[in-house]
């Protein structure tokens, strides 16, 4: 199965609302990654985390390493915030091999 | 502060041709390098993980003869895509860490005519 599993794998939001992304590991994940790749297949780099949380402007991220999982908020959805979301986790038993997931594509309508 | 440029950022090669693309880190010593090849409407899938002063490993479909990779010193890595077909067109992304983070570039996209 997929090592890192993203949800929802897609997802469509009215402008000026909120949403919540979800990654599921099945690793001993040390640090996650979140990217967006925007429309023009762009990859932008969003959070770097180690356990804990980080915030920059309308992006929140949580990772707990314990229960497996991390998120990635998203308050005050813009247009500009359509593409695909991908989060990214190191492996403590293999620490240099980041192991992406499958994506979120995030579409917020006007 | 630490950053990764790739580059070409974008290029275009005929079918049955190779491409070299290179990855330069800048304010940190890339003590390993990692590469990745996104195809459309895909994910990102390891191609190979270098470490320096150690052998290269490539992972299960990828290969040393169709991607043979540098990694010279701690600031540089390329990696070349040979006899490059329709299959090979993607973002193929670099990853280049130090002691304590992965720093990635904005990858080079790949065009296969």
């Known amino acids: 199965g997929d090592k890192v599993k993203q949800s929802p794998s897609a997802l469509s939001l009215q402008e000026g609302t909120n949403s919540a992304l979800r990654c599921n590991f099945s690793?001993?994940?040390?640090?996650v990654q979140w990217f967006l790749q925007n429309p023009r297949g762009s990859l932008i780099n969003l959070f770097y985390?180690?356990?804990g949380t980080k915030e920059n402007g309308r992006l929140k991220s949580a990772f707990d390493s314990k229960e497996s999982y991390s998120t990635l908020h998203i308050r005050d959805a813009q247009l500009e915030d359509s593409g695909t979301y991908f989060c990214a986790a190191e492996a403590g038993t293999n620490a240099y091999k980041v192991i992406f997931g499958k994506g979120t594509h995030l579409h917020v309508l006007p | 502060g630490a950053l990764v440029y790739q580059y070409p950022r974008r290029t275009i090669c005929k079918s049955g041709t190779s491409m070299r693309m290179e990855c330069q880190a800048v304010g940190f010593q890339a003590t390993s390098v990692a590469w990745y090849r996104q195809s459309p409407q895909k994910t990102f899938e390891l191609i190979a993980l270098?470490?320096?002063?150690?052998?290269?490993?490539?992972e299960q479909n990828f290969t040393q003869e169709k991607f043979p990779i540098s990694h010279p010193n701690l600031s540089f890595s390329s990696m070349t895509v040979l006899n490059a077909y329709l299959e090979d067109r993607g973002l193929y992304l670099c990853g280049a860490r130090d002691n304590t983070e992965v720093f990635f570039g904005k990858g080079t996209r790949l065009t296969v005519v």
């Open positions: 985390l180690v356990p």
């Open positions: 270098s470490t320096v002063n150690s052998a290269i490993k490539y």
């Open positions: 690793i001993a994940a040390t640090t």
